[in-house]
């Protein structure tokens, strides 16, 4: 059994390897070199009015890559007979949508029937972060769009409420790594959650119903603080910051809050459970190795970028990211 998982492992490996190969960042260099600056237009325009969209946009494409790989598929509308992953429970907080169908038009108008929505979300992602003051890197274009959107594959997603073992595993079967994990989840500075998707820490824990009944490994100031802004287990509309005081800018304040047990959700707390992941959060909470950071955010998100991805004539381009051709 041992040996079926290993060669299934180094498989997936190599597949992943092969379409990452694949991609280029020079890719549209004759067939649109405009793309980049195009995107970024957009960008720089709407952040300007509304940069807690950065966030979410950042979310989108993680979302989009650890289901079916990075093809779009989160974008595709449900049909009559289908529920997509966008009305799945666990992309129903995703915002951005309009938005990225607002690019895509633009992308269309300059270079018809060239660029896929995966390659779009791709550059929206990179440039959410560098314009909230993150890393810059060179996004390896030529994915294409999948024509297939199931909401029941949203189980890939990992959990905010995942612990360290869940997380490692949905992480190893995309190819990534405890490091991407850690790295990853550092994304985290940037944006908004709701009440919801971590009041389980709050209240009723371990099911014994009782205001004591929270998550011991809380900082207990932060918890109370948490419990003042979410009230309840029924709370589906507060918002808070995910990295309080700088959720507007991409930077390294995650990992000292993690590092002080104020990671947001249980997901961000099981980075101090495992040795690896505990001493990179422990490294980076204090903020003087901006740039190491910087340079390992850059690689994961390459490594995450090219996960399952679609090439060559697979998929398609879609005109609307919202619906199949």
């Not at 890719?27 to 970024?40: A, G, K, N, T």
């Not at 589906?236 to 309080?244: A, I």
Request: hydrophobic share 40%; charged share 20%.
């Amino acid at each position: 059994m041992a040996s079926r998982v290993a060669v299934l492992a180094l498989l997936l490996s190599a597949l992943a390897a092969a379409a990452s190969a694949q991609l280029d960042v020079k890719f549209y260099s004759q067939s649109c070199p405009s793309v980049e600056d195009v995107v970024r237009k957009e960008m720089v325009r709407a952040l300007a009015a509304a940069p807690s969209l950065a966030g979410p946009l950042l979310r989108m494409h993680f979302h989009d890559c650890f289901v079916r790989g990075c093809d779009g598929s989160v974008l595709l509308d449900s049909t009559a007979g289908n529920t997509a992953e966008k009305d799945a429970k666990p992309n129903l907080t995703l915002r951005g949508f309009g938005f990225i169908e607002r690019v895509k038009a633009a992308v269309e108008k300059a270079c018809p029937d060239t660029v896929s929505c995966a390659d779009v979300l791709a550059l929206m992602a990179r440039d959410a972060v560098w314009l909230s003051k993150g890393p810059f890197w060179a996004v390896p274009l030529g994915r294409r769009d999948g024509r297939v959107s199931i909401s029941n594959e949203t189980d890939q997603l990992p959990p905010p409420s995942g612990n360290f073992t869940e997380l490692t595993q949905l992480f190893a079967a995309k190819n990534l790594d405890a490091k991407d994990l850690v790295v990853l989840s550092a994304g985290h500075t940037i944006g908004t959650s709701h009440c919801f998707s971590f009041s389980d820490r709050l209240y009723n824990f371990t099911g014994m119903d009782n205001a004591r009944d929270t998550d011991p490994t809380l900082d207990p100031l932060y918890m109370a603080r948490l419990r003042a802004k979410c009230p309840s287990l029924d709370d589906n509309t507060t918002l808070v910051e995910m990295d309080p005081g700088s959720f507007k800018t991409f930077d390294l304040s995650y990992y000292g809050h993690v590092a002080k047990r104020r990671g947001l959700f249980h997901s961000d707390g099981a980075l101090l459970t495992d040795p690896s992941t505990r001493a990179y959060v422990l490294r980076h909470a204090g903020g003087a190795y901006r740039e190491e950071f910087f340079a390992d955010f850059a690689t994961s998100m390459v490594k995450m970028g090219s996960v399952e991805v679609l090439t060559g004539t697979q998929g398609e381009i879609r005109k609307k990211c919202s619906v199949v051709n």
